[in-house]
């Protein structure tokens, strides 16, 4: 089966703010680099449609949803922003471009599990796994990955999800969302002390927390994911893996001061394949965080699709 690789142009809309590193540029870097490479024609390419407004509501609290769909409202036809935070920005096309980011997590979810493939990446902005239940954060309006472990759960067979997330930042809304919920495993390593600096003590069985010192390079980052992350998913069993894919911890980040490079992200990558092979039949849902150097973002992408792609 090929990989689904789910994506939509009008994810190129969003506009945080003037000069924001979540910028258009992301994905149309990733996406330049996956065609010159050849990489992006194995893919089954599928365009994502809109998670509905009724499922975001399931997740995240009223007062949050209510204040984005009003504030997106005022904004059609103006140009204008809203900050959801200092650094959380919207346009009018905000909005419908994190639905869509949502949706595409969702599709992947339904197709992997229904068997029509094995492994699935969404190319998808806005990003995710800061949003917490009550609060859209650092640049992430509402959470993808989370809203896509909420629906594989419906799903008949399947009562566990593992989500793991190496992006250089804490999943702290992920963590926050399923801190209570331990039919989800939470696995999130990042840099600390670092944004958003929340939630990274927090003491659950079915989270784990692995913070990383600043100028952690690749042979520790190992050492720590191997300590911390495989006992876990043994234990867990997870019948679904789904990937937050950050890849703002590389070297050239602007972002953060961790050194990876993309032989770790091929590293991580073969892990993670590998536990699914062993726990969950192979079955991988990735969706893009973090990654703000645009080249080696693009390098980082074709690493870890290369290894989804693999078999």
Known sequence: ??????????????????????????????NDYLKASGLLSEFNQIQATEISSQRIKALHSPEMISNLYTQSAKLSGTGELYMAD??????????????????????????????????????????????????????CLINNIALGAMRALEHKGTDRVAILDFDVHHGNGTVDIFKDRPEVLVCSSFQHPHYPNRLFDLKRENIVNTPLDAGTAGLDFRKAIERDWLPALEKFNPDLIMISAGFDAHAEDPLADLRLVEDDYTWISQLLVDAA???CQGRIVSSLEGGYALDALARSVAAHLEVLVAE
């Open 277 to 279: 092979n062993t726990y």
């Open 86 to 139: 200092p650094d959380t920005g919207m346009c009018a096309d905000s909005l419908r471009a994190a639905e869509l980011a949502a949706g595409a997590v969702q599709i992947a979810v339904d197709r992997v599990l229904e068997g029509h493939s094995r492994r699935a990446f969404c190319a998808v902005r806005p990003p995710g796994h800061h949003a917490e239940e009550g609060a859209s954060m650092g640049f």
């Open 1 to 30: 089966m090929k990989l689904d690789y789910i994506s939509h142009n009008h994810c190129l809309l969003h506009i945080a703010k003037p000069r924001h590193p979540e910028r258009p540029e992301r994905l149309i870097a990733v």
